[in-house]
């Protein structure tokens, strides 16, 4: 684990580990889940980092093969681990090994490796070679195992809130499965194109864009009438996604042709195809510039989000493999898998702010909005980098609060539902009334909400009905004194 100065960039400390797989960060505890692979050293393991001292503090050992990928369950403090034989369930509270949960009753090598989130019923969807393994989460049960019958390898799987579906895409047999949410059985089976690879969801118009690799095209399915709507040709090889709801449209990176196809969601139309440097591979959208930033081979070239143009192209380090986007301070990371290190990008000017260097080959970032901390997982050096922003993040400013008679505040029932009730007391330090705020940010750091607090002394009644399940910071600010509590909204 490679721990980095945020203020100087300097190296802190290294600790060598083992090789990554996958790793998530659960906002219930503010702690990073890592998943290790190495079998001539240890056993298969998960590392749990604590999110404030960036500290390992828990080993939980594997038996049941390799591990693929992580989910964090919004509804309790639970993590799921996809590994080559079971769904273990880690809890978060004790970082112990809930129990092992079997996705098979086939004997066969499943290598489950992707998830999707059902909120409306508390549902985990596990996608496997050969199987979709689906899991209560609340009393971590296998509820059912679906098998579509005849070749099958999934590859992705996400999930519609609107209409309760869970999607999943099928390369071996070049479909994508339509799972009931309240029934948990298989609705359709949709043919796409060859090797469907990746799927999202486009909640204005409830539609799945499915990317086809080898017939290099786009499978535009209707939730609600489980057909393919249209195909769109895009470019050659394209290889990944990204959605862009202020002008709803969908952007497809071609690793092979250069460029990144620009769609119209609403006329399932190509606007456009933009270059976009040398073999795309990754995309991530800027919510506050209405930007699209696209990474290839050494660079990252900026989008307009709604003239469909070129802004700049930023170089960066060789080899950028991943993507984030830092809603705190309008920040994007890049993480470049050759020079091994990170090119931190200003999402205002779109300049490079700096470069950090991190471990061997980091392939994948994660943000924890608490600390404002970015975690690099460096595949070939074995190691996670944790790079520390100048800026404070949302649990980090209630620390530095400079009047020790600031607002105390209390919210009611905790988890929620659709409202809250928020008592509070704040001391009148010769505040005016209309510096009184409460914000509330969503896990990413992101504001969602903004009320004007009425007086030093109350109790008032916050409608949620806009926001969906997960967890919520609801922050109390008067003048320069910050206090915040984590709420869980459930539906």
Not at 133 to 156: P, Q, V
Request: glycine share 6%; hydrophobic share 35%; net charge negative.
């Amino acid at each position: 684990m490679t721990i980095i100065n945020g203020a100087t960039n300097e190296l802190v400390d290294t600790v060598r580990i083992s090789e990554l797989r996958a790793m998530i960060y659960n906002p219930a505890n503010n702690k990073i889940y890592c998943a290790w692979e190495i079998w001539s050293i240890e056993p298969c393991h998960v590392r749990v980092i604590d999110g404030v001292t960036n500290e390992i503090t828990a080993y939980i050992e594997l038996n049941c093969g390799r591990p693929h990928n992580l989910f964090h369950n919004q509804f309790s403090i639970k993590v799921y681990c996809a590994c080559d034989y079971y769904t273990l369930i880690i809890d978060g509270a004790t970082n112990q090994v809930i129990t092992p949960k079997v996705i098979t009753s086939f004997n066969v090598l499943l290598d489950p490796h992707n998830f999707a989130y059902n909120p409306n019923n508390n549902k985990i969807y596990c996608a496997g070679s050969f199987l979709i393994g689906i899991i209560d989460g609340t009393n971590d049960t296998l509820i059912a195992t679906i098998f579509g019958g005849g070749l099958h390898w999934y590859s992705s799987i996400v999930y519609s809130p609107i209409n309760n579906h869970a999607y999943c895409s099928n390369y071996g047999h070049d479909s994508v499965m339509v799972i009931d949410g309240l029934g948990d059985t298989v609705i359709a089976m949709i043919p796409v194109g060859d090797y469907p690879l990746e799927l999202i969801h486009n909640p204005t118009n409830n539609l799945i864009y499915c990317l086809n690799e080898w017939s290099e095209d786009i499978s535009v399915i209707s939730c609600d009438e489980y057909i393919v709507i249209v195909i769109i040709a895009v470019g050659q090889e394209p290889r990944a996604l990204v959605y862009n709801p202020t002008n709803n449209k969908v952007y497809c990176a071609n690793s092979v042709s250069n460029n990144v196809t620009i769609i119209d969601c609403t006329t399932n139309v190509v606007i456009t195809h933009l270059p976009a440097g040398n073999r795309p591979v990754a995309l991530v959208y800027n919510p506050f510039g209405n930007k699209i930033y696209c990474a290839g081979s050494d660079s990252v070239t900026v989008i307009d989000g709604a003239g469909d143009s070129v802004i700049t192209t930023i170089t960066v380090g060789n080899g950028p493999h991943a993507l984030l986007y830092n809603p705190i301070n309008n920040k994007i990371f890049c993480a470049n898998y050759y020079s091994d290190d990170v090119t931190v990008i200003d999402g205002a000017g779109d300049t490079v702010i700096t470069t950090i260097a991190v471990g061997e080959e980091p392939v994948a970032l994660a943000h924890n909005p608490l600390q404002n901390r970015v975690y690099v997982s460096n595949y070939g050096g074995g190691s996670i980098s944790v790079i520390r922003d100048s800026m404070t993040g949302i649990e980090e400013r209630e620390c530095q609060i400079p009047n020790s008679q600031g607002p105390t505040f209390e919210i009611f029932p905790n988890p929620t539902r659709t409202q809250a009730k928020i008592r509070y007391m704040i001391q009148d330090a010769g505040y005016k009334k209309q510096d009184l705020l409460l914000q509330i940010y969503d896990v990413t750091g992101r504001s969602v909400k903004t009320i004007e607090l009425r007086d030093f002394k109350d109790e008032t009644c916050i409608d949620l009905q806009e926001l969906t399940t997960g967890v919520y910071f609801f922050r109390v600010e008067v003048g320069d004194d910050i206090a915040t509590k984590k709420v869980l909204l459930v539906r």
